[in-house]
């Protein structure tokens, strides 16, 4: 903001300039009425009108008095805030975002407020009927509107303002949601639950042990609430804490007799939240204390960052990370600062939480797009006002007002859920969180036991720091891993479905030691593909260029792009032939296969279809844990987050699926999703087993895995990358082109490809169709650049880009189009 003597605001007249949450290129000026002159300061919201009707939140970004040149500018209609709610910082920020990413402000803007803090003329507000308060705290216009909406329940803000009779409502909406007495609208998320355990309590009445004694004379008529009773005083000489389902299997008896001794006030049952990370291994002791590897490695992380603002920790599954990152963010409190800890998934957000409160009580917070719009914004104003020390979250965290962020940690920064795919902007957070760093002269931490090979490239040539740790913590061993070929299997008939004779021997006897398992096929559905013998014919999606899942517990075939449904066939459309093949594996299959050989198994499945229902995610894993699982089937979820010490056997039923993807980070990612899984097995004094199945057994990468050859796997597929011009030697951007008539995109994306050939020469590629030319309805055609980013100006080639394409969408022959770019698609 611009500096003005409070005497002269009183008489100029001012501009401002801000940022719609619209994917407009600029930022609009609004003239602001001399009475709120004293209110015009960058970072706080404005309510404008934009269009003939349409009322928006904008963030005030610059004040002037220079009236625009080219239209005249409209009043604003009101300022809300007292106080910017977006720093210069975060302005900053978000101006990197949309310049790097090619995106524009408005967008940025859009995915990082919380709704409740950016209303428009459309939003709906509904009454918080669970809320109490006191309806003499109202003023007038507030107590219409909550007149307004006991009768209706829901209103719109176009029909709050009618009710009023005045533009601007938005001051009054904030102070009802402060209130807590409005809700935004919107589809309430499942929130993640956590997990409550029953503990079982003697009633202090039998610490006396005349009462005692006389309890076991009246329980002799009762033989097994005595043996109940024997067993928790057996086992509360070695817990503090007894589980109601350790007591029941020490005792043997069934939950009724426990109920029993409940009823009778002999028990006490209460239940206790408690962490899903597996007791011993994954617990840490609120006073644990890092080993010898651990406080190298820590000192090493210190001194990097004397000098450096980014270091990789490079450390080995299970090697205790976590611990270390614990110390660290410590060491940032005492300084009074804060600590950002990005987590790729969402899941995972709830499962550390438990972990670190242990440590940091209420001076950390979960954040993440699950929760509602409401809570999210009551987090954004705790964080600006300093009230939160750590943020635990998923990508959109970075977004946050911090006031004096001291340190990032990514944690699993090599993981692909940090990249956010639609809608603009598409950033990476892990790279957007260095920029961040940068900005606020925090020092990030990046974590992995896979890095990413653009991170290991940055950490290898001195632009970032690299701690390795290399020990597992507790002299946790390396699970055993051995390759299976499918081919031999078969031609040998020792394979029954899709399960060699190795791998359900294995499982046999894990299963004989009450040991438990996790099998992992990267594929969900029943089988992915139908197919006639007779003429080849596929079931397709009718919006898709893919064939069609078959879902078993559905009875139908499922589109995963649009989600789209049929029936399942039973003669071939095509010719009528009635020999329908399946091919293919997915992970209902399998769990389908698995009940018919393993009939006494108990076995669940998590995938996408299984963790849809409210809860569900959270029900899986904890009867997993329970042990009232003995086989867990799974997709790429298995492969993140939980622990458990008594799952000692992994199956990946077929590696080649994961490894043969037609994409250049597929040998990566295959070597860093394997890794992770085959990371789950062994746990304390439990070496764990690893079961690879695949047709190819002498693949390099299937070499690397076993040999846990990171650096191998790195050094072999820089040769390529640098080979065929793909990062982190080459800068890549995609550009799709959709439309919904083929041939009219055809035309055009052989235009913009020849207008960007023309300035920009071989680094363009293409137009060509994507693996998946068609999705839901859209034709898509891909432009691909590829820039050499030591020898060429990448903003220079940005700019150009972006202008190419304004002057290709302005061009009235290209209507109907539309343009998504992609910067780092990968």
């Known amino acids: 903001m611009i500096d003005f003597e409070i005497g002269e605001l009183n008489h100029q007249t001012l501009f401002v300039e801000v940022i719609l949450p619209l994917a407009i290129p600029k930022t609009y000026t609004y003239r602001v009425p001399v009475h709120l002159n004293s209110y015009a300061q960058q970072g706080r919201r404005a309510v404008v009108q934009f269009g003939k009707s349409k009322i928006y939140t904008a963030i005030i970004y610059k004040v002037s008095k220079l009236a625009p040149e080219k239209y005249e500018a ?30 524009t402000l408005g967008e940025v803007m859009a995915a990082a407020l919380p709704s409740a803090l950016k209303l428009a003329s459309e939003t709906r507000i509904i009454l918080n009927l669970e809320h109490e308060f006191d309806r003499n705290l109202l003023n007038d216009k507030e107590f219409l509107i909550l007149d307004a909406l006991e009768l209706r329940h829901e209103l719109s803000i176009n029909e709050i303002t009618k009710i009023l009779a005045q533009k601007s409502v938005f001051p009054l909406l904030k102070s009802l949601l402060e209130k807590k007495i409005i809700f935004i609208s919107e589809e309430i998320s499942e929130k993640y639950q956590p997990k409550r355990v029953a503990i079982i309590q003697l009633n202090d009445f039998y610490d006396d ?54 009823d009778k006030d002999i028990f006490i049952q209460k239940d206790k939240v408690v962490s899903r990370f597996a007791e011993g291994d994954n617990s840490i002791p609120s006073d644990f204390i890092l080993n010898d590897h651990q406080l190298k490695a820590l000192k090493q992380i210190n001194e990097s960052f004397i000098d450096k603002s980014v270091t990789l920790l490079h450390g080995i599954t299970s090697s205790g990370k976590t611990q270390i990152y614990i110390r ?119 974590g992995s036991a896979t890095p990413a090979l653009e991170t290991y490239y940055n950490a290898l040539n001195g632009k970032y720091g690299l701690v390795k740790l290399t020990i597992r913590y507790g002299g946790v061993k390396m699970p055993d891993i051995e390759v299976v070929s499918i081919s031999e299997e078969r031609s040998r008939k020792l394979i029954k479905e899709n399960f060699t004779s190795v791998l359900l021997k294995q499982i046999q006897e894990k299963l004989d030691k009450k040991e438990q398992i996790i099998l992992f096929q990267n594929r969900r559905g029943y089988v992915p593909v139908l197919i006639c013998k007779t003429c080849g ?42 020999h329908i093949e399946y091919k293919g594996l997915g992970t209902e299959k399998v769990e389908d296969d698995l009940k018919v050989i393993l009939p006494e198994a108990k076995i669940a499945r998590l995938d996408y279809d299984t963790t849809r229902n409210k809860n569900a995610h959270s029900i899986i894993l904890n009867d997993f844990e329970d042990k009232k699982i003995d086989i867990l089937v799974g997709t790429q979820m298995v492969a993140k987050g939980l622990d458990f010490d008594n799952v ?85 951007i995609h550009i799709d082109l959709k ?24 680094m363009v590629l293409g137009p060509q169709s994507p693996l998946i030319g068609r999705i839901r309805n859209y034709y898509i055609q891909t432009i691909i650049i590829k820039m050499d980013w030591k020898n060429q100006s990448v903003t220079k080639i940005k700019s150009l880009i972006k202008e190419k394409i304004a002057d290709f969408e302005s061009d009235n022959i290209n209507n109907g189009i539309f343009v998504q770019v992609d910067v780092d698609p990968y």
């Not at 097994?224 to 503090?240: I, M, R």
């Not at 499962?351 to 979960?366: H, P």
Request: hydrophobic share 40%.
């Open 328 to 446: 660290l963010i410590e060491e940032y409190l005492e300084k009074g600062q804060q600590a950002l800890y990005l987590l790729p998934e969402i899941a995972l957000t709830g499962q550390m939480i438990e972990r670190l409160q242990v440590y940091f009580g209420n001076q950390i917070i979960v954040y993440h797009s699950k929760f509602n719009d409401n809570e999210r914004a009551e987090i954004w104003q705790k964080v600006l006002n300093n009230e939160i020390k750590i943020v635990l979250g998923a990508r959109s965290s970075i977004f946050l007002p911090f006031s004096d962020l001291g340190l990032i940690i990514v944690d699993e920064e090599h993981e692909a859920s940090f990249k956010q795919y639609d809608p603009a902007p598409r950033y990476n957070a892990r790279d957007a969180a260095i920029v961040l760093g940068a900005l606020t002269n925090a020092k990030l931490l990046l």
């Open 74 to 103: 409209k009043y604003l209609l009101d300022i809300i805030d007292d106080q910017p709610i977006v720093s210069e910082t975060q302005i900053k920020f978000w101006h990197w975002i949309a310049d790097y990413y090619l995106c």
């Open 537 to 578: 014919n596929t079931p397709k999606c009718i919006n898709c260029d893919v064939s069609l899942t078959y879902h078993k517990a559905s009875g139908k075939l499922h589109c995963h792009y649009c989600g789209y449904k049929e029936e399942n066939i039973t003669e071939c459309p095509a010719c009528g032939s009635k």
């Open 209 to 262: 042990k005349e009462n005692l004694k006389q309890l076991f004379e009246i329980l002799e008529r009762a033989p097994k609430q005595l043996d109940a009773l024997l067993a928790y005083l057996k086992l509360k000489k070695e817990k503090t804490e007894i589980k109601k389902s350790d007591l029941l299997e020490a005792a043997s008896v069934s939950s009724g007799i426990v109920k029993a001794l409940i």
């Open 648 to 732: 000692t056997l992994i199956g990946i039923i077929n590696a080649d699926s994961i490894i043969q993807f037609p994409d250049f980070r597929a040998y990566e990612r295959s070597f860093q999703m394997l890794s992770q899984v085959a990371g789950r097995a062994g746990r304390r004094n439990k070496q764990g087993k690893v079961i690879i199945q695949t047709y190819d057994v002498k693949h390099r990468i299937i070499k690397q895995i076993v040999d846990n050859d990171y650096e191998g796997m790195y050094r072999e597929e820089m040769i390529e990358r640098k080979q065929f011009k793909y990062p982190p030697y080459y800068k890549i």
């Open 739 to 762: 439309h919904k008539d083929l041939g009219k995109l055809l035309l055009m994306a052989d235009n913009l490809g020849k207008l960007l050939r023309h300035h920009l020469g071989e």
